[in-house]
């Protein structure tokens, strides 16, 4: 068959390196995609919200699947749009009906889906500029830290942790009244402050059935030791040694099931890859969010793990018939370093020359911020290139993915050297 991937970025480079692997996928189409990408597949310079294009891509190419990166196609509806259209609706899309995205595309209504079924989660109250005098009340009775989120999509910077009640107070105002972050934030919820460690589990569902795919967990902050501003992801290990089979245990029965089961009964067309953001309080687990996609850069650790044939997976989503896969995992761990541009997550240049990348041994190269300039890949984005490495223990896999590193070169090139630190 033929398939599309949508996206850009080093999660899609990973899904089309695992989809060009089965022996299921004829020709593979990623839009727009990257210069790693160029070299397995064939990209398509269309944006992942222009529908229209999508759609005349789809016919021309005679497409039979649609694997969506990132949320913000599935939050305009592309699950929809496929599926109300007579010409499209055979067409496998992975990834949730634009009611499902909902758990990502809006803080409250992912909170009042957690609370519906009973899913352990913070504490929280939403307020909106009507409500501002209400919402600094509620903030007199919690505890510091403050942890104030914008409602809607904001590219991973609406939430905001504050450490004096004065400061979350004057957030709380530029949130909802000077919309500090859009639209996005003309809603805010305001969320009890949950100490512990952190971790990410993915789901992949058909709507009915499950598979939880391995654990990771990602490093936000720019700065090493978890400082400074918080960035789309700096790197990710896979699996979380402190998730054991209790722990996992819980997680299955107090979230993963509660949630599929909650989407089954509610009849939310469901479809696609659930990535649920936990924090570890005590012993128990506790979610933080909701995203209608996989991680980036999680997926670099996760999905190369994977050792079943995923558009065999994707199949079985797209038949509702999940119950029927099975997963077969690499028991080693992956690790991944992101290199990122200097500058990165405020200003930086594009269009630097990238080195070295043929150098790299013993361990996967992925795509993320590059592009092709005749015969150079040149840098395209804030964070360029991910490394990834296998090894028993993490440590081992996080040197060969840093030994690696040393042979890349780009103009002002970052990278965390202390990822696992926390471990
Ligand atoms: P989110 O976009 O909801 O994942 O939030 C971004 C980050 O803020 C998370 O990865 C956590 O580090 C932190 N965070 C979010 N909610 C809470 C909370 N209730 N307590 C503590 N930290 C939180
Ligand atoms: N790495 C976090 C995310 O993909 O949202």
């Known amino acids: 068959m033929n398939i599309l991937v949508l996206g850009s970025g080093g999660r899609e480079h990973t899904f089309a390196y695992k989809i060009v692997q089965s022996k299921l996928c004829d020709k593979l189409f990623v839009a727009p995609g990257n210069a790693g990408t160029a070299q ?31 949320e913000d196609p599935l939050v305009q509806g592309i699950s929809d749009f496929f599926a109300n259209d007579d010409q499209l609706k055979d067409v496998t899309v992975i990834g949730p009906s634009k009611e499902g995205a909902q758990l990502e595309g809006s803080k409250e209504y992912a ?62 105002e530029n ?9 996005a934030s003309e809603k805010v919820v305001i969320e009890e402050f949950l100490d512990g460690i952190e971790l990410s589990v993915f789901v992949l569902t058909d709507g009915e059935n499950y598979l939880t795919l391995p654990t990771a967990k990602d490093y936000k902050r720019i700065g090493e030791g978890d400082t400074g501003l918080n960035t789309g992801g700096m790197g990710a290990i896979s699996p979380v040694p402190f998730a054991n089979d209790a722990f996992m245990a819980k997680i299955e029965n107090q979230i993963v099931k509660p949630t599929v089961d909650g989407l089954a009964k509610e009849n939310i067309d469901y479809k696609g890859f659930i990535f649920i953001g936990l924090i570890k309080v005590g012993n128990d687990p506790k979610v933080i969010e909701y995203n209608v996609r996989m991680g ?37 761990t992956a690790t991944t370093v992101m290199t990122v541009s200097g500058g990165y997550p405020e200003a930086y240049e594009k269009g630097k020359e990238i080195t ?42 996080l040197k060969k993915s840093y030994q690696n590193i040393e042979k890349l070169h780009f103009d002002k090139m970052y990278y965390r050297k202390d990822l696992g630190f926390d471990l």
């Open 40 to 70: 397995i597949a064939t990209n398509v310079a269309i944006s992942v919200t222009d529908f229209q294009a999508i759609k005349e891509l789809v016919l021309k190419e005679s497409i039979n699947m649609v694997v969506v990166g990132p």
């Open 175 to 183: 949130m909802l009244t000077n919309k500090k972050f859009g639209a």
């Open 296 to 332: 980036d850069p999680e997926t670099e650790a996760v999905l190369p793990r994977v050792k079943t044939d995923l558009v065999t997976l994707f199949q079985h989503v797209g038949n509702q018939s999940l119950d029927k896969a099975s997963l077969e995992i690499d028991p080693r």
């Open 111 to 172: 909170k009042e889906f957690l609370i519906r079924h009973n899913i352990p989660t913070a504490a929280y109250q939403s307020f909106t500029a009507a409500t501002v005098a209400q919402g600094k009340q509620f903030l007199e009775t919690l505890n510091a830290p403050y942890v104030l989120k914008a409602d809607g999509l904001a590219a991973g910077k609406g939430v905001l942790i504050i450490e004096d009640i004065e400061e979350a107070k004057i957030e709380l």
């Open 356 to 397: 070295g990348v043929d150098d790299i041994s013993e361990s996967i190269v992925f795509h993320a911020g590059t592009k092709l300039d005749g015969d150079k890949v040149v840098t395209n984005g804030g964070r360029v290139i991910a490394v990834t490495s296998f090894d028993d223990d993490f440590r081992l896999a």
